[in-house]
Structures are given as structure tokens and as C-alpha cells.
């Protein structure tokens, strides 16, 4: 079973599926506003227990130098995910309100099909390097490079796309030898429990090689934080806690590896297809109703045709609505609480003080009454100086800005605390790749590429974080170099 039996799910620490020391709490549905059931709340104590049962599934057992066992166990988890795939896709379409059609992939079979890519990364890794012979001051020195485990790494994450962000950590952590604590967003403890009790009853992955660690606390991410016996901060959130992880990792200088905000641009040259790029700018700002790091939520179009790019995306924004997550063609489904539905409709409310205009949506749609739903909304008349064009807003949000020519496209693009992802839209594809290469981010589309892959490095530049998830630059993220020199002499 994925889903919990009794409607509880449990923490796993050392193997062993327990219930939390603070009790329980519930776990909502975000479309309906009703309780799924009940997850363990786990308290210090029991995140305590977990470091303890993965620094000493470090320490003693033979699971860092074992890659055979580690990429087994990998496809084992993989294997179990994807027998349980359809229990997992009905939990995360009512726990995380992901549209049912994301489950096909980044909100769940993606994720899960690329554990095999972190498996075959590991079997067939360098993970030791000859270097040769040479008298480095005048002595004559074997070198070997030797790539290992980082030891011990706490991952902390959001609950936007659960799946694909526990296993992007899980996935190339475990494959290169570390074991890990993972505390999941309190916002959908189920996603992570149900990995937790999979593990535990269906694979082989020795006890506290993976802990689970649901609960209420925010405090809880702090001590992985802080704590001198974990190695290393995988995190992925809000840039703001980011900044906390960071600072708190500083005292046991701890290896901060974070995946942080974004508020990333679409640019549309003045030979593109307007028209075209708008609908496609419009549509993905509406998917699971914006609640996506890499979302482009800036249209930034040539001033000359501001008002028909506004008409654009309005016309496929306004014809969007937001619903059911559980039906095949929803695209846009509910925000994840009341609280995050509070804080978009905080900016929407802003954007009328700071002199925009809707050019459709604005609030709670009237069909809605109950679930955090907001209507997908275009907020035209706004320049990128405005607090709604530079804060994240994550909502189903396109804020429509106008520019005079690729240098100015790229200068607005570019001018944001944030560095994530981008998307360039041109009828010359040379010009559009030479705009492209300009964009001080991580990630970049050009005309519709799709850059969501296993093998594709993915992460930002500036306050969107530092290091890489997935590709090989993401396995390398959870390995530490030992420069070895032997005498030969
Ligand atoms: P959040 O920062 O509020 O929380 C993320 C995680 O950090 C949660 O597990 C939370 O309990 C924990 N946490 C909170 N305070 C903490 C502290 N002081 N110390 C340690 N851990 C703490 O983020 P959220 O609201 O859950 O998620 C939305 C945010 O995540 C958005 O900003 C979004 O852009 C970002 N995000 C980024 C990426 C990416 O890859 N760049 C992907 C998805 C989401």
C-alpha cells in the first residue's frame, strides 16, 4: 500500500515506521478544503533520532562504499514507486492539487522514472581517477582523484511539486553513497510518507540510510540545519528561508547546495510570432496554477504591439479556469492553503495600488466556492519597477511589461534579484539563441524548447539559489573530491 491504512501516515527513522512524538495533524485537500487524514507530527526528539540512525548508517555500515547494493536499492525504489504509481497519482492530485495531467510527469512519473538515471550515473561513474605519475617538488607522486559520499545530508523541501523534489534529492544522494533526513513540506506529508513507507516494507535500503521526518514545525529544518553531525543542506524553498538554511549551516560550515525563488522572464522579439508565443506564455503561466519555481510570470513584448500581447493573453488566460485537479483537462487547479491564496491575492490587490489594470481574472473565480482557488490573471499597465513585476508572486499571474528592442527585452530580463529560468520567442532563431545566451539564468527555452530532463542540469544564478539538481551535475552535488598522493619513491 502507498496510501497510509489507517488514514495516519508514519516518520521513518532507522528503518522503522513511527509515529510522531507532537502527535498528529491533519493533511487538507487544497480543492475542497477537507481534511485527506492525519500525518505524524514528529517533534526534536524524533529528528534527533533520525540524524543519529543516518550519521550511523554512515559511519558503520559498508552503504557509501557499496555501489552495487546503492544502485539496486535505487531501481528497487523505482520499481515500487511505479507499481504503486496510480495509488501515488490520486494522492498527489487531492494533497498537492496538482493537475492530473502533470502526474504524467514532473509531478510524479517523471521523477520517479529518473531514479534510473541517478542509478545508471552511479554504475557507471569515474569514480576514481589516475592522474599518473609526476615529482611535484622534485618528489616522485602517484595522484589519484577519488570521488565519495559527502556523508550525511538533510533535505528539506516545498510542496508545489512534492514528488519531483523529494526524489531529485533522494534519487542522486542515495546513488552516491550519502544517507539522508528528509523533511518535507508540512503542506503535503503524505507525498513523502508514502515514499517512506515504500522503502521501509518493499526494498532493501538498510535502516537509516533514509529518514522521514513529517511535521508542523518549520524549527524542524532548522536543526538539520544546524546540527554538526549532518554534512551537508540540500534545500529547496523560498529565497528568504533559504537565507535561514544558509545562515544557520554556517556555524559547522556544512555544504549548502539551495534551489530558491524565481520570477523569470518570457521575452517575445519583434519578429516572433505574437500571437503564437502569448497563448504559450499564458497557458504555462496558468499550469498548476503558477505554483512553479521556473514558471516565466514576466511578458515582456515589443512596445509597438503591447496592447494586442495583452489581448493575447488574456484570451487564453480568460478562458482557463481554474478547478478540479482530479479531471483529465484541468490545467490550472487550486493554491496550496488559504494562506498561500491570501498572499497572491495580497499582490493582485497591490497591483491596483501600484497602477495596474486586470486585463482578465483578479481574485477568487465565482464558480469556486469552496478550495483555494484564484482565477488565472493578466495585469497589464505595470513597469518592471512595480513590486508585482519583481516579488514572486506564485499564483496563476502574468504580468504583461513592454520593451524597445532585444537590448532593452534582455536588460528587463536581466534585471531581477533572481536568476532561475527564461524563455525567448523569435522567427530568426539565431537572434533569438544570441538573446537567449544573455540571460543571467540557469535554465533557458528558446521557441519551445523543453529543458525538464533527467540529464539536464537544472538551478539558478544569483538569489535563485547555488549548485545543480539532476544531470550529472546534480550527482556530483552529493559527492566530495579526495586528492590522493603516494610516494613512489
Ligand atoms: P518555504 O521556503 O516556506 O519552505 C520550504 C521548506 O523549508 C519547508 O519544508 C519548510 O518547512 C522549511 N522551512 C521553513 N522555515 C525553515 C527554516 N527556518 N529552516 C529550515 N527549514 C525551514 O517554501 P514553500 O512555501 O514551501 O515553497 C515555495 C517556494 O519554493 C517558492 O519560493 C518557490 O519558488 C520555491 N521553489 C523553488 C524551486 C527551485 O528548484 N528553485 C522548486 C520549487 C519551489
Excluded at 482557488?373 to 505595470?382: M, R, W, Y
Amino acid at each position: 500500500m502507498a496510501l497510509p491504512a489507517d488514514g495516519i501516515s508514519s516518520l521513518l527513522i532507522d528503518g522503522k515506521l513511527v509515529p510522531g512524538g507532537a502527535g498528529t495533524f491533519a493533511t487538507i485537500n487544497p480543492a475542497t478544503e477537507e481534511v485527506l487524514g492525519e500525518a505524524a507530527d514528529a517533534d526534536a526528539a524524533d529528528m534527533d533520532r533520525a540524524i543519529d540512525a543516518a550519521r550511523r548508517a554512515f559511519d558503520d555500515t559498508d552503504w557509501s562504499r557499496n555501489t552495487a547494493l546503492r544502485v539496486r536499492c535505487v531501481r528497487q525504489l523505482r520499481d515500487v514507486l511505479l507499481k504503486h504509481v496510480d495509488e501515488l497519482r490520486e494522492m498527489t492530485i487531492a494533497e498537492a492539487g496538482a493537475p492530473r495531467m502533470l502526474t504524467a510527469g514532473a509531478q510524479l512519473e517523471g521523477p520517479v522514472n529518473d531514479l534510473g538515471f541517478a542509478a545508471d550515473t552511479a554504475e557507471n561513474y569515474s569514480w576514481t581517477e589516475d592522474l599518473g605519475q609526476a615529482a611535484p617538488l622534485g618528489i616522485p607522486t602517484r595522484r589519484t582523484i577519488v570521488r565519495e559520499a559527502v556523508g550525511v545530508v538533510g533535505a528539506i523541501t516545498p510542496w508545489n511539486f512534492p514528488h519531483q523534489i523529494n526524489l531529485a534529492k533522494l534519487g542522486p544522494a542515495l546513488a552516491a553513497g550519502n544517507t539522508v533526513v528528509l523533511k518535507p513540506a508540512p503542506d503535503t506529508p503524505w507525498c513523502a510518507a508514502a515514499v517512506g513507507q515504500l522503502i521501509a516494507e518493499h526494498t532493501d535500503i538498510p535502516p537509516g540510510v533514509v529518514n522521514i521526518v513529517t511535521g508542523t514545525d518549520h524549527r524542524l529544518g532548522a536543526i538539520l540545519a544546524k546540527d554538526p553531525r549532518v554534512d551537508m543542506i540540500s534545500f529547496t524553498g523560498s529565497t528568504a528561508t533559504g537565507r535561514a538554511v544558509m545562515a544557520d549551516a554556517a556555524a559547522t560550515v556544512k555544504k549548502v547546495f539551495l534551489e530558491l525563488g524565481g520570477k523569470s522572464a518570457f521575452l517575445v522579439l519583434d519578429d516572433a510570432d505574437l500571437g503564437a508565443a502569448c497563448s504559450v506564455a499564458a497557458f504555462s503561466a496558468c499550469l498548476h496554477a503558477g505554483q512553479g519555481c521556473a514558471i516565466t510570470t514576466r511578458l515582456v513584448v515589443p512596445r509597438a504591439r503591447y496592447d494586442e500581447a495583452v489581448a493575447a493573453a488574456a484570451g487564453v488566460m480568460g478562458s482557463i479556469k481554474a478547478g478540479d485537479p482530479a479531471k483529465p483537462d484541468t490545467v490550472c487547479g487550486p493554491l496550496i492553503s488559504a494562506r498561500q491564496r491570501d498572499r497572491v491575492q495580497g499582490y493582485l490587490d497591490l497591483a491596483v495600488a501600484e497602477g495596474g489594470t486586470f486585463a482578465c481574472g483578479g481574485g477568487r473565480p465565482d464558480d469556486q466556492p469552496a478550495g483555494y482557488f484564484i482565477a488565472p490573471t493578466v495585469i497589464a499597465g505595470l513597469t518592471n519597477e512595480s513590486r508585482v513585476a519583481r516579488e514572486e508572486i506564485f499564483g496563476p499571474v502574468l504580468t504583461v511589461l513592454a520593451h524597445d528592442g532585444d537590448d532593452d527585452a534582455v536588460r528587463i530580463a536581466n534585471d531581477s534579484p533572481y536568476g532561475l529560468s527564461g524563455t525567448v520567442y523569435g522567427g530568426d532563431p539565431q537572434r533569438a539563441a544570441a538573446v537567449a545566451a544573455r540571460l543571467r539564468v540557469g535554465t533557458v527555452n528558446v521557441n519551445g524548447g523543453v529543458w525538464y530532463s533527467a540529464d539536464m542540469p537544472f538551478g539558478g544564478y544569483k538569489q535563485s539559489g547555488n549548485g545543480r539538481e539532476m544531470g550529472i551535475a546534480g550527482f556530483e552535488e552529493y559527492l566530495e573530491i579526495k586528492s590522493i598522493a603516494t610516494s613512489a619513491n
